[in-house]
């Protein structure tokens, strides 16, 4: 649909995180169909305020006539990125794949520097928010996994994403142990960030680039007929989303007929009746923050569904609120306020449920949440290991 | 294990869906919920309008048109129908004020009155009549609210502006649930003089907490404090959504949101599915039984061409009241326009007429024959035919088995 559709009721702005409380910002109708009307190629972008949006797409979900406000911005963004210079936040971030590569090489020093007085300084003269720790690199990556393989009929490339191969590569580990315990053979295919990082900091150009390298790897283990399976949920938007539409990479309509959420992927197993898993007692009280790039995916809340067979896990959803920090979006000083605000209004409402522990399936959001409330934070996948046995051995 | 499976489908988020999905989850059924967005109920006022047409909503109703769907209807669903309302809401700290015996005003940010029947309890101290004086705090930059134009239209009116820092109603009503920043507006508040005023706001006071802000403002000043709707987006029309949505939740209900319905699986005289394109792969869900509770032409549930009105989901027979030429009157703010009475015609059990299908079950506003702004009957009836709706569900899937 285009920006014609739109019949300026105001429900995106209502759901806008980052029109509530930053000014600055006119809001999705505004910034999307409603200045879409002046836009022309033909004239240089001047439109900077376009850059506040974080692209959570909530605005997109809330269109009860099928405007998409953030895909209309997200352009705007590629185009305002393209016609003025890049500013040393935004390449750093765009280049985020690479230099998490250099500091997980590095991981001991890197992370020291990182968690330093002298190196958050250093990051705030750059324009980088320091108010929440950065993540703490991980020297053995996901990649150096070795491919395991059992005698399963379904085979999966998994796409891990950066968050869990440079940082948290233990839950990586866990989601190969889980998927080879449900009798499927896990490999893990070449693969480089997703370009949504780049995207998200109006490097288009890059961002395609990096879509390329992996449509064409991900595209080999399809044709060898192999289902691709994610777990980062904005990994997931951008090879679903963004790989046919504003990147326009060829390979992207089989990616996205034969990519799946993991748990998506296991709701398929159970229901095609190649497992029946046996989810035995999880004793834990949980708020389950929806990501908000999950809700956009479309394909409803599927580990919510898994975790609804656990036997004594008591689950809250709550989809209401975005995080605020939104990948790199929040780091940005200039965001700072903003994800702050936003973060804390989520931990309000996740505090008022009663609740002792965050779930959810984005790294970025739980290490947000985790960082603004001091709560434990988990993937839905670790609950799921928890509930059937799968131990946090290597 | 059946995973996808669900036992009753609503097509549709607003009042009607929301309700009609709660009362079968908890009947203990397994409810899906399937929306393209949010609703239009986020634009309403919040209100729940029965019936305008008399001081007394029910007997208003009883003077409706003999092929309102209201009749389709008996009293009893309607009053309980309303008094579960009540009680909900008053469950999810939203609570509501009124009784189906009589209709009450609310102030319009117009300085028109609006008929209502069930409303917020934030509203309730709404001036029933023109004597009263009101004093209304106002927000600087705040757009699409003048209290200039209710002052020209009442008298004994006067208003005061507050710098909140922010101008939309959205960011405001954030603002209002920060401490900070509400301790320090009751400080600017207590400055003010008040005489006999009751005190009006915008309806932007906070989203989770309105009812508590409104009373502890009305405590400090000892004086009648009210909320004015504002046009959207309207925070009362987003309290009730937000309300309604959880509550479902509560009861077991699944929501699958931006799931427009694009296409049906059918055998005989049974829908077995709807299904969406989801990014990359279509996507169906099964069911027993569905509930179509898409709306109108604003919600989304009708499309008009030229020619012809369309139900979009199972392309349902729609009844139109006559050639293009009857669907509108000459003036545009006409309550008469033709076009009101389009939408489905249903049996007693809510089921479509002049179609095959046995398993669906219509209810709000795309019914036919509503006329809804003329009869100022939207939310009301959106609730009792839910109720309606859902209980005939229930017994042809007792039947079923």
Redesign the interface.
């Known amino acids: 649909m285009n920006y014609e559709h739109c019949i300026r009721c105001t429900i995106c702005v209502e759901n806008c995180p980052v029109f509530r409380v930053n000014p600055d910002f006119p809001g999705p109708k505004q910034a999307g169909p409603d200045a879409q009307r002046f836009r022309s190629d033909r004239e240089r972008a001047e439109d900077g305020w376009v850059l506040l949006c974080s692209q959570c797409k909530r605005c997109e979900m809330a269109c009860p006539c099928g405007v998409e406000p953030a895909q209309i911005i997200l352009k705007e963004q590629q185009r305002y990125g393209k016609e003025h210079p890049q500013t040393a936040t935004h390449l750093l971030f765009a280049n985020n794949y690479y230099l998490s590569a250099l500091g997980s090489l590095t991981a001991p020093i890197a992370n020291m520097i990182a968690s330093s007085k002298t190196g958050k300084k250093f990051f705030r003269s750059m324009g980088i928010s320091t108010y929440i720790p950065f993540p703490k690199f991980n020297f053995r990556t996901l990649r150096h996994e070795k491919k395991k393989i059992s005698k399963g009929r379904k085979k999966v490339a998994f796409f891990y994403g950066c968050f869990i191969n440079f940082y948290r590569p233990d839950i990586g580990r866990k989601i190969i142990r889980l998927l080879s315990s449900m009798n499927v053979d896990v490999v893990l295919p070449s693969q480089w960030c997703c370009g949504l990082p780049a995207l998200g900091n109006g490097n288009m150009a890059l961002a395609k680039y990096f879509a390329q390298k992996n449509a064409a790897s991900l595209s080999n283990y399809i044709d060898a007929g192999y289902d691709v399976v994610y777990t980062c949920t904005s990994c997931g938007l951008c090879l679903l989303h963004d790989y046919p539409n504003i990147l326009k990479i060829p390979q992207a309509r089989k990616i996205a007929e034969n990519t799946y959420d993991v748990h998506e992927y296991i709701i398929k197993l159970i229901s095609d009746n190649y497992i029946k898993p046996d989810f035995r007692e999880v004793k834990r009280k949980i708020a389950y923050h929806i990501p908000c790039h999950l809700r956009a995916l479309e394909i409803g809340y599927p580990a919510a569904k898994l975790m609804s067979f656990i036997p004594g896990l008591e689950c809250e959803i709550l989809d209401d609120s975005c995080c605020g920090l939104s990948g790199s979006y929040g780091f940005k000083e200039k965001n700072e306020q903003t994800a702050i605000q936003l973060g804390n209004r989520a931990v309000a409402l996740i505090k008022k449920t009663g609740m002792e522990n965050i779930v959810a399936d984005c790294g970025s959001c739980r290490m947000q949440l985790g960082g603004l409330s001091g709560m434990t934070t988990l993937d839905p996948a670790e609950i799921l290991c928890e509930s059937l046995g799968i131990s946090d051995q290597k | 294990?059946?995973?996808?499976e669900y036992d009753v489908v609503i097509i549709g988020a607003g009042v009607a869906g929301l309700t009609a999905g709660t009362i079968l989850a908890e009947r203990g059924l397994k409810i899906a919920l399937v929306t393209?967005?949010?609703?239009?109920a986020?634009?309403s006022t919040g209100g729940i309008d029965v019936c305008s047409g008399r001081d007394n909503p029910l007997s208003a109703i009883r003077e409706l048109p003999a092929q309102h769907p209201y009749h389709l209807v008996s009293d009893p669903i309607i009053k309980d129908s309303l008094e579960n309302f009540l009680k909900v809401m008053t469950e999810m700290n939203l609570p509501y004020t009124g009784t189906i015996e009589k209709n009450r005003n609310i102030l319009s940010s117009l300085g028109t009155y609006k008929t209502s029947c069930l409303v917020p309890l934030t509203m309730e101290a709404t001036p029933q009549g023109t004597d009263e004086s009101i004093h209304i705090i106002t927000f600087k930059g705040l757009k699409d609210f003048y209290p200039g134009y209710i002052i020209s239209r009442r008298k004994n009116t006067r208003f005061s502006e507050y710098d909140a820092?922010?101008?939309?109603t959205?960011?405001i009503a954030?603002r209002f649930e920060e401490k900070a920043f509400f301790e320090k507006f009751l400080l600017w508040l207590e400055k003010l003089k008040f005489q006999k005023d009751k005190i009006a706001f915008p309806a932007v006071l906070g989203l989770?907490s309105a009812t508590e802000i409104v009373h502890t403002v009305s405590t400090l000043t000892g004086k009648p404090v009210f909320e004015i709707p504002t046009i959207?987006?309207s925070m009362p029309g987003?309290r009730l959504f937000?309300a309604l949505k959880k509550y479902f939740?509560k009861k077991g209900g699944?929501i699958?949101?931006?799931?427009?319905v694009t296409g049906i699986e059918k055998s005989g005289r049974l829908i077995e599915a709807v299904a969406?394109s989801?990014?990359?792969?279509p996507?169906s869900i099964n069911a027993r039984a569905f509930i179509l509770a898409t709306g109108s032409f604003?919600?989304?549930g009708l499309t008009a061409t030229r020619e012809a009105v369309i139900e979009n989901i199972f392309h349902l027979p729609v009844h139109v009241p006559g050639p293009r030429e009857t669907w509108f009157d000459n003036d545009y703010f006409s309550l008469n326009h033709g076009i009101g009475k389009a939408g489905i015609i249903v049996d007693a059990s809510l089921r479509p007429a002049d179609s095959p299908w046995k398993n669906i079950f219509v209810c709000g506003a795309i019914l036919a024959n509503t006329e809804i702004l003329k009869n100022g009957c939207g939310h009301g009836l959106a609730l009792a035919t839910a109720h309606q709706a859902a209980q005939s569900c229930v017994e042809y899937l007792s039947h079923e088995l």
């Open positions: 294990m059946s995973v996808i393209t967005g949010e609703p239009t986020c634009l820092g922010v101008s939309s959205m960011s954030s989770e959207p987006p987003r937000n939740r699944e699958y949101w931006s799931w427009p969406t989801s990014l990359g792969r996507n604003v919600g989304g």
